[in-house]
């Protein structure tokens, strides 16, 4: 396919995600995301971020595999994690699951910094050369075990988790800055929802489950 015919995709895309927004306006309380964040999901180029033998399929409206287990996530669900952030000008972000680097992409047209952790190095090494490609380089990647996060870099104002732990890591709770947000997937695989995390001024802690989800399991192990 062109370049051409991927844009045209990629609109047909943001039309799909918008139609989403709409149909669960009730759980995200708002008819629609927020117009920054449709213009990151336009500008970022997903089939750039796919294996090569589905970059047809790149555009659709649901996951895609990438290898060793993993899925790059839902448009609609990239896109609604990344409103929820609610991400300004200057900010620094933690990902914690960088697959082959295309919600990094996304937070990177709207944040100052973004730091991303991953555990498989091959798909860690996949996402920087992708990144690096398409012109997002204030992207830093890091080989470990998400879990963790990323300390010497903390506080972050915004953290974003892209696989499941059972519950929200204590570690990553440390590392949210006073008044930040997280948006992270909770749960037993069967159960899991999309939480809201945010740490107010005084660091109380609070959770608003959004939708129900499905991710791949967050390593909960030693330290790699």
Partial sequence: MSEAEF???????????????AMVHERIGKPALDPRVMAAMARVPRHRFVPVEIRR??????????????TISQPFIVALMTDLLDLQAGERVLEIGSGMGYQ??????LAARVYSVEIIAELAEEASARLGETGFGSVEIRV????Y??????PYDK?????????????????????????IPAGLPESQQLLLVEKDA????????????????LEEEAEI
Avoid at 7 to 21: F, P, S, W, Y
Avoid at 149 to 154: L, N, R, S, T
């Fill in 7 to 21: 844009e045209v995709e990629r609109h047909q895309m943001l039309a799909d995600i918008a139609a989403h927004a």
């Fill in 159 to 183: 953290i974003i988790v892209t696989a499941a732990p059972q519950l929200v890591p204590p570690p990553l709770l440390g590392q949210l800055k006073a008044g930040g947000r997280m948006v």
């Fill in 144 to 147: 470990a075990n998400g879990y």
């Fill in 149 to 154: 996060g990323w300390p010497e870099h903390a």
């Fill in 104 to 109: 990094a992409a996304v937070l990177a047209t």
């Fill in 57 to 70: 399929f790149a555009y659709l409206d649901q996951p895609l595999p990438i290898g060793y287990g993993k």
């Fill in 202 to 217: 005084e660091g109380r802690i609070s959770m608003r489950e959004i939708l129900p989800v499905r991710f791949s399991t």
